[in-house]
């Protein structure tokens, strides 16, 4: 049973220009969550997509966009990247949100922005 | 506003002795306190979670002890081994959002554990 797959592992990426970061969730999940996680700190909420529409945001412009697939992938879009974007970008899925419905991390996307 | 706050940021412990690493929230409309592991070029794996009408929950080696009044949670890892070495982040959520889908994590910033031989 697969877990959550995230690709690509690695990216550089150019100020300025636009980048697409992809997920697989975890066979029987359906909603899937976007962290990101800067060097050294924890993993900051940047939004949540269930039934193709974003239902939670966190605190991020809206230079950073996703979309969610009928088979429950997820893409993240980030726009004008700017330095301060270089990060790991993690992608969590679950089902519910019960105290049995754990979130499943990625190992991630490792975006380097020069 | 940091809504989690973890100490202490690095931790050094010999094998076999007990790792603390401890949090504080200020939402307490948090109803769910998970510890997450993370292992360098991995993402976070969940360790153990408790909710607030429970003092403590033991799992294995690992224990969260949770203080509802003082608004503080702690993890406690007993006889600590060098396969130990991680970070470790504490979170919260409410779980009782309104709203569809699943719920948000907020992560404390994390506690370098190495466990020395």
């Known amino acids: 049973d697969a877990g959550v797959t995230q690709s690509p592992t690695h990216l550089i990426k150019t100020r300025g220009q636009q980048v697409t970061l992809r997920c697989s969730p975890k066979?029987?999940?359906?909603?899937v969550s976007w962290y990101q996680q800067a060097l050294g700190q924890g993993p900051q909420f940047i939004f949540q997509?269930?039934?193709?529409?974003?239902?939670q945001r966190g605190n991020f412009p809206d230079r950073f966009s996703g979309h969610q697939f009928p088979n429950y992938s997820s893409e993240l879009n980030v726009n004008a990247l700017l330095l301060g974007d270089s990060a790991l970008y993690l992608c969590?899925?679950?089902?519910?949100?019960?105290?049995?419905?754990?979130?499943?991390f990625g190992n991630g996307t490792r975006l380097t922005v020069t | 506003q940091q809504q989690v706050k973890q100490s202490p940021q690095s931790l050094i412990v010999q094998k076999g002795g007990i790792s603390i690493i401890n949090c504080a929230y200020e939402?307490?409309?948090?109803?769910?306190f998970p510890w997450y592991q993370q292992f360098p070029g991995k993402g976070p794996a969940l360790l153990i979670a408790?909710?607030?009408?429970?003092s403590e929950k033991k799992e294995g080696r690992f224990t969260i002890s949770f203080n509802k009044s003082a608004k503080q949670f702690s993890l406690h890892i007993m006889d600590s081994q060098p396969g130990d070495s991680a970070t470790y982040f504490c979170?919260?959520?409410?779980?009782?959002?309104?709203?569809?889908?699943?719920?948000?994590?907020?992560f404390g910033k994390g506690t370098k554990l190495s466990v020395i031989p």
């Open positions: 969590a899925s679950s089902r519910g949100r019960g105290y049995n419905s754990p979130l499943h």
């Open positions: 066979s029987g999940h359906d909603t």
């Open positions: 997509y269930y039934e193709e529409e974003e239902r």
């Open positions: 939402n307490t409309a948090f109803d769910y």
């Open positions: 408790i909710r607030p009408d429970v």
């Open positions: 979170a919260a959520s409410r779980l009782s959002y309104s709203g569809a889908g699943s719920y948000q994590l907020t």
